[in-house]
């Protein structure tokens, strides 16, 4: 059973001493912390961090949140990459979003009771509803769901800028603040191949966030949201207290 999930932004910059010496994304930072932490807060068994990566899997073992695949060397990297265990055996290494769920989780004090699940755009709408409910099918559990929208926002933007971002982002955006009934509904029927071409990296990570509330009543608050640097990042907790 859902209880409480946090969705936080992919960046690597949420995650201090990344960009340098500049402080980027403070406010979406100090937001992230707090959804997570209250994910940690919350009576759970177990917590999953959702995130986007290369191929379908789930991390096994010894995995260290290290943010090497960003070109960011553990010295510069202000928050401490402690190695956690998860289910399994084996030293898996983490996709960069799943990186950060790990960082965020770290800094709320989480280390037990954790497993990380990576997704694809191309496993498919029900294929990702299904694995969320998979993922709270054995008690109450928490969910860190990884992952923004539009990297394609302006000539600042990491990507090359598209015009269809600014409406695309907003609609998905202003659904999940309000997550009802009918939010959801327009969140499953999120166009994935329009999502994968304007880079929104959220898209597979929501799909199962959707599968593991269900039916359940949910109530969301938006922490914080920006287009910094040219891509839309947004905190969110969905509460189905």
């Known amino acids: 059973m859902l209880v409480v999930a946090a969705l936080v932004p992919d960046t690597a910059l949420l995650v201090p001493g990344v960009a340098g010496g500049a402080e980027v994304l403070v406010d979406v930072r100090d937001a992230a912390v707090a959804a997570v932490a209250d994910v940690v807060a919350a009576d759970v068994e177990a917590i999953v961090v959702v995130a986007p990566g290369p191929v379908p899997r789930e991390l096994r073992g010894t995995v260290r949140p290290s943010l090497a695949a960003a070109g960011v060397p553990d010295g510069l990297v202000g928050w401490a990459a402690d190695a956690v265990t998860l289910p399994g055996e084996g030293v898996d290494v983490p996709s960069v979003p799943s990186a950060v769920g790990l960082h965020l ?137």
């Open 105 to 241: 989780l770290l800094q709320a004090g989480r280390r037990r009771s954790l497993r990380v699940v990576e997704v694809t755009g191309h496993q498919g709408v029900a294929t990702l509803a299904a694995l969320g409910r998979a993922l709270v099918d054995d008690g109450p559990t928490g969910l860190v769901v990884v992952g923004s929208g539009s990297a394609r926002h302006g000539p600042d933007a990491p990507l090359a800028d598209d015009p269809r971002a600014p409406d695309h982002d907003a609609r998905v955006l202003a659904d999940l603040a309000d997550a009802g009934t009918e939010a959801r509904a327009r969140l499953a029927a999120d166009d994935g191949e329009l999502a994968d071409a304007l880079a929104v990296r959220g898209w597979a990570p929501w799909q199962v966030l959707l599968g593991a509330t269900g039916e359940r009543p949910v109530r969301a608050r938006l922490l914080a949201q920006s287009t910094e640097l040219g891509a839309q990042h947004a905190v969110l907790v969905w509460d189905a207290r």
